[in-house]
């Protein structure tokens, strides 16, 4: 099984990340794909991040109904500050059948070279790139490497930043979330 991880924290999870994940699911080689909702940094100040399981909840209610997208909270169990190297050798040793790739946006790409021991993520998993409008340019090594794969999605320009930003002015962002996590924040008065 070849499963492609998104990682986020997801705060909230909205219909961009939703439409994103299941276009991957439907026209790519993955057979699933894991939200791997990011934990709160020990290190960072909190600002307006709702904790680990309230958000792995929002992401849960928001794939519930769909088969190929499923939450993840493997991070949750990993030393702190985490980073994606050591999250794909915990996975490989765990589930040593299935292959793992990395979904991020075309803007990630850009400082993906930063990343600790990117070389060794990139010799040993798939990176799926969908489009992002942003400034700047990738690394031109990236942009033949057989191992990157360009995937003509949608272009999202919704934040999540932007939905906390309105829900705490009073506008309605309903259409922006997913029905369950809609109902779920409303009855938490998450963000407000």
């Known amino acids: 099984?070849?499963?492609?991880?998104?990682?986020?924290?997801?705060?909230?999870?909205?219909?961009?990340?939703?439409?994103?994940?299941?276009?991957?699911?439907?026209?790519?080689?993955?057979d699933k794909i894991w939200f791997v909702v990011t934990p709160h940094s020990p290190f960072k100040k909190k600002s307006s991040l709702l904790n680990d399981r309230q958000r792995y909840e929002m992401v849960y209610?928001?794939?519930?109904?769909?088969?190929?997208?499923e939450p993840s909270d493997i991070e949750f169990d990993l030393p702190?500050?985490?980073?994606t190297i050591n999250t794909l050798t915990y996975l490989k040793e765990k589930y040593p059948d299935s292959k793992f790739a990395l979904i991020m946006g075309e803007?990630?790409?850009?400082?993906?070279?930063?990343?600790?021991?990117?070389?060794l993520i990139l010799d040993n998993h798939d990176i799926y790139v969908y489009p992002r409008i942003s400034n700047g340019s990738t690394d031109a090594k990236f942009?033949?490497?057989?191992?990157?794969?360009?995937v003509d999605a949608p272009i999202m320009e919704l934040s999540s930043t932007f939905i906390r930003k309105s829900i705490k002015e009073g506008k309605n962002v309903r259409p922006m979330l997913?029905?369950?996590?809609?109902?779920?924040?409303?009855?938490?008065?998450?963000?407000?």
């Open 1 to 30: 099984m070849k499963i492609g991880l998104y990682f986020g924290t997801f705060n909230p999870i909205h219909v961009g990340h939703l439409t994103i994940a299941n276009h991957l699911a439907e026209y790519s080689d993955l």
């Open 61 to 69: 209610r928001a794939t519930k109904d769909y088969l190929k997208l």
């Open 80 to 83: 702190q500050p985490n980073y």
């Open 107 to 119: 803007d990630n790409l850009k400082s993906f070279h930063k990343w600790k021991n990117y070389q």
């Open 143 to 150: 942009n033949t490497h057989s191992k990157i794969k360009k």
């Open 178 to 192: 997913p029905e369950y996590v809609w109902e779920y924040l409303d009855e938490m008065n998450f963000y407000k």
